[in-house]
Each structure stands twice: as structure tokens, then as C-alpha cells.
């Protein structure tokens, strides 16, 4: 696993990164800056800020502390995840070609093939990006963009940061990548070569299912400052409050994820242990197919486990009707434990297409509970 000296660091950043005490008042977390306007000293003269969709202080706040985690120089906080992504998309011209991940986030996929497609002419491939020569031979002379989660939603499979990244620039396209199931504790794909980063920080960063946000991250000064113009034209930017709730639950990431891996490592060992369960996704385990690539680009293996039960739907949807502290919701990523049915939830938009999911499969995020009750929890939902 990747483990070097920058996770001491990023301990130090988690809570520090990007902010520093209110220089009017002192106050250690940002303040709220509930406005929408600031006064002028004359017309186009002032402090920085103008209007609240342009730029707000405590959204700086956010931004600057997603973009330190991630290494960056420029971040961009949003309403939602979704959010964030189109807004990547505006970096497009016109009938440009993406090649996807073909296992993503159903709002991805429904944003991409439902939308994207009608309203701007874009054509999109859905490949195994898990093969770099699937890549390779899906780039066309318009390929302008390459989008991988990794690891995947649902099914968790890793793809290879370093090499997409040379195979996409090497075309002329910019590599985007959801980092949204790692987060930056575990992952920080602009170091691997990335272009953008994307996060739903309603999951990991804000950490406890109280807020909707999405972010961008950008390592090229005029990539940033292309993102930044589209923030501001488009405005689908996060409130004040929401990101202060962001900012908030950030600086309780690295603690949080120690222990969502923690967990998430004898969950799935339960499961797997399981007669009831046909197979568990999880890249922690030796014979995972991207393994060895999680151990060169991640610091651990995650809180999201996925797995298969034999009897096929009904019965996954008998577990997740049967547990008692998982609960039943999609998102994941908060501190609570959420079990669900990728089929009937989360991926319905790709029901009937080739990126539908197994019936079979259940999704956990798991939380930060009792690791004993964790583990009861799932086992006796599959008896």
C-alpha cells in the first residue's frame, strides 16, 4: 500500500490544510459568510468579492482545503456531485468523444448517455478501463476526455491512474477521475498524472450525511482557470453553510477512514467466509484482479464491499431488507453503516444497458460502529 512519509503529513493537513484562523476575529473554523452581495468602495473596486456565486469566503475556505488534500492548486466546491461533473464537461467542445469506465455511478452514466449526448452531441464509449489496451482502442480523433471511477460503484474494480493517464494525454485528452469512493486519505490521482479530480463530497469528505456537495480539483493553472469560469457562468455553487459543513467534516477524514478500512476488512473476511455468499468485491483481497494496482496507487483498500448471494435477487433483497444497523439508504460514505441494492437504487438508470448490475449483488458502506456488530449484523441478515 502506499504509505510514505506524506501520511503524517496529510494528518496535519486534514485539519489545517488551505484555512487559517479568521484574520478579523480569530475564530479557528471559518465563519459562515451568509451574504449575498459586498459593498463597493466604487464600481468594480473591492475586497476580492463581489457576488456570492462568484466567490464567497467560506467557500474559499472548502475549496482551498480539497485542493491542498489533493495536491493541487485550484479546487471548486458545488451543490452536488452531479454538479461538479457537468460543469467538467463544459471543457468540451461539441460532438467531442468520452471514453468511460463501463462500471460507474448510475448518475454518471445517465448524465453521459441521457443528457450529454442530446444536449451537446457528445458520443461516449463505455470500455474495461481496467485494460489499458481497452483504452487504446477505443480512442477516436475527437477523444477529448477519458472518465474512470476507480474504485468502481458498485463493483469495485481498480483501474491503473499512471497508465490511463499516459495513454489518454498521449491522444490529446484530458484523464478525469472519481475519486469519490477512495477519497484523498487514500488516493490522490493528480500525482498519478489525472487532469481533474471529481468528489461527491456529500460521501467520504463531508462524512456524515448531513450535507450535498461536489467538488473539482485541477493541477494546470489554465485548466483551473477554464473550470473556474464555468463555475462562475453555470452557478451550481455550494452554499455557504453546506460548505462550512464540509469543511467541518473534512478534518475528521483521516480518523474516519482508518476506520471505515478497518472494518471493511473484516466484513468482507465474514462474508467471504459465508456459504450464503458467492462472491465478495473488494480490492483488500490478494486474488482481487486489481490488487496489486490498488497496493501501488492507494494507502488502504476502502470502506465500500460489494458481494453476490446465492438465490440470486430476491435474496439480496431479502439481506437488505434483514439487517438491523445497516441501514437500508443509498449514498454511502457517512459514519453510519448503509446497506443496498445497486440494481433496484443507485443503478436503476442503467437497467437494460450494458452497464446493468448483477441482481444478485448488495452494496455495503461501511461505517465506523462496532466492528463485532458490524460483522452480527450482515451475517445474520444472510441466514
Not at 485550484?74 to 452536488?80: E, K, L, Y
Not at 446465492?310 to 439508504?329: M, N, Y
Not at 443509498?330 to 452497464?355: C, D, F, K, N, Y
Request: charged residues 20%.
Amino acid at each position: 500500500m502506499n504509505d510514505d512519509s506524506s501520511a503524517q503529513r496529510f494528518a496535519t493537513r486534514v485539519i489545517h490544510g488551505g484555512q487559517r484562523p479568521d484574520p478579523l476575529t480569530g475564530a479557528v473554523m471559518p465563519p459562515i459568510y451568509a451574504t449575498s452581495t459586498y459593498v463597493q468602495s466604487s464600481p468594480g473596486v473591492h475586497q476580492g468579492y463581489d457576488y456570492s456565486r462568484s466567490r464567497n469566503p467560506t467557500r474559499d475556505a472548502l475549496q482551498a482545503a480539497v485542493a491542498n488534500l489533493e495536491g493541487a492548486g485550484a479546487g471548486f466546491a458545488f451543490a452536488s456531485g452531479m454538479a461538479a461533473s457537468s460543469t467538467v464537461l463544459e471543457l468540451l467542445d461539441a460532438g467531442s468523444h468520452i471514453v468511460a469506465m463501463h462500471d460507474l455511478y448510475g448518475g454518471s452514466y445517465r448524465l453521459l448517455e441521457n443528457v450529454r449526448k442530446r444536449s451537446a452531441g457528445h458520443s461516449v464509449s463505455f470500455v474495461d478501463l481496467t485494460e489499458t489496451a481497452a483504452l487504446e482502442a477505443a480512442i477516436r480523433p475527437t477523444t477529448r476526455l477519458v472518465w474512470v471511477e476507480t474504485p468502481t460503484n458498485p463493483l469495485l474494480r481498480v483501474a491503473d491512474i499512471a497508465a490511463l493517464a499516459e495513454v489518454a494525454h498521449a491522444a490529446g485528452a484530458l484523464l478525469v477521475v472519481d475519486n469519490t469512493f477512495a477519497s484523498p486519505y487514500l488516493q490522490q490521482p493528480l500525482l498519478l498524472g489525472a487532469d481533474v479530480v471529481v468528489h461527491s463530497t456529500t460521501k467520504y469528505l463531508g462524512g456524515h450525511s448531513d450535507v450535498v456537495g461536489g467538488a473539482l480539483v485541477a493541477r494546470d493553472p489554465e485548466l483551473a482557470e477554464r473550470l473556474a469560469f464555468h463555475q462562475n457562468a453555470m452557478g451550481a455553487v455550494s452554499g455557504p453553510f453546506d460548505a462550512w459543513l464540509t469543511l467541518r467534516g473534512i478534518k475528521t477524514l483521516g480518523v474516519r477512514m482508518d476506520r471505515h478500512c478497518s472494518n471493511a476488512r473484516a466484513v468482507a473476511e465474514a462474508l467471504r467466509a459465508h456459504p450464503g455468499v458467492t462472491e465478495v468485491l473488494w480490492p483488500g483481497f490478494f486474488d482481487h484482479d486489481g490488487h496489486s494496482v490498488a497496493v501501488k496507487q492507494m494507502r488502504d483498500f476502502g470502506g465500500m464491499v460489494s458481494f453476490r448471494v446465492a438465490g440470486g435477487e430476491q435474496k439480496a433483497l431479502d439481506v437488505c431488507a434483514r439487517t438491523k444497523v445497516f441501514i437500508l439508504g443509498e449514498s454511502l460514505g457517512g459514519v453510519e453503516s448503509l446497506i443496498e441494492h445497486p440494481g433496484r437504487m443507485t443503478h436503476a438508470s442503467v437497467a437494460g444497458s450494458e452497464l446493468e448490475v448483477p441482481g444478485d449483488l448488495v452494496r455495503l458502506s461501511v461505517g465506523i460502529e462496532s466492528v463485532d456488530d458490524l460483522v452480527s449484523d450482515v451475517l445474520q441478515a444472510l441466514e
